[in-house]
Nanobody, 116 residues
Framework: QVQLVESGGGLVQAGGSLRLSCAAS????????MGWYRQPPGKQRELVAH???????NYADSVKGRFTISRDNAKNTVYLQMNSLRPEDTGVYYC??????????WGQGTQVTVSS
């Protein structure tokens, strides 16, 4: 089992920045991908970014150039630095870890609201 605890959400004006953190504990040595999803109001959950164990990254087209995913292996923590935020970035952001056999683990979610 893997436990994930997110922090860092909040209310910010358009153009502002936020950094989300996801602290992991448990059976993390079986994890292959670490990432962030978001669920905008009234819409389905979507991938924002992920980083693989070797360190390769992938981003949704809508956030490329504005968001950066990173990790601190010593702290078992994954970060999402969000710059140049837009109102359409509003939603609940979820940390996600995926194991080598495809098991998904989710955090509780953190609200990000971007005002225009």
């Amino acid at each position: 089992q893997v436990q994930l605890v997110e922090s860092g959400g909040g209310l910010v004006q358009a153009g502002g920045s936020l950094r989300l953190s996801c602290a992991a504990s448990g059976d993390i040595f079986n994890i292959n991908f670490m990432g962030w999803y978001r669920q905008p109001p009234g819409k389905q959950r979507e991938l924002v970014a992920h980083i693989s164990r070797p360190g390769s990254t992938n981003y949704a087209d809508s956030v490329k150039g504005r968001f950066t995913i990173s990790r601190d292996n010593a702290k078992n923590t994954v970060y999402l630095q969000m710059n140049s935020l837009r109102p359409e970035d509003t939603g609940v952001y979820y940390c996600n870890f995926r194991s080598y056999i495809g098991t998904h683990y989710w955090g509780q979610g953190t609200q990000v609201t971007v005002s225009s």
